[in-house]
Nanobody
Framework: QVQLVESGGGLVQTGGSLRLSCAAS????????MGWFRQAPGKEQEFVAG????????DYTDSVKGRFTISKGNARNTVYLQMNSLKTEDTAVYYC????????????????????WGQGTQVTVSS
């Protein structure tokens, strides 16, 4: 069983920054493929950013490219989402997800590819 604990959400003004953290349990957490998804009120959940197993290949949805960065921490059981130049449309509940098996070097952008999820953290960007 893998547990994911997110933190770092909050209220920020347009143009500000936040860093979300997701701590994963398990002795092989550094080997998980990780992803961040978000869901805004009245909208479907969407992929935001992902990082592959081992090789650390990353991918982003177009709307956050150049503003968000996903990375794994030095302890490698934590994944971060650095969010800069935040916009009101980034307001959502952000979820961390982990995939504990599968091919290396693949960034998973589909929610059903992930088998563990965090509880979510609210990010609110005010104008």
């Amino acid at each position: 069983q893998v547990q994911l604990v997110e933190s770092g959400g909050g209220l920020v003004q347009t143009g500000g920054s936040l860093r979300l953290s997701c701590a994963a349990s398990g002795r092989t957490a550094s080997n998980y493929a990780m992803g961040w998804f978000r869901q805004a009120p009245g909208k479907e959940q969407e992929f935001v950013a992902g990082i592959s197993r081992y090789e650390g290949i990353t991918d982003y949805t177009d709307s956050v490219k150049g503003r968000f960065t996903i990375s794994k921490g030095n302890a490698r059981n934590t994944v971060y989402l650095q969010m800069n130049s935040l916009k009101t449309e980034d307001t959502a509940v952000y979820y961390c997800a982990a995939r504990t098996s599968g091919a290396i070097g693949i960034v998973h952008t589909v929610a059903s590819d992930y088998n563990y999820w965090g509880q979510g953290t609210q990010v609110t960007v005010s104008s």
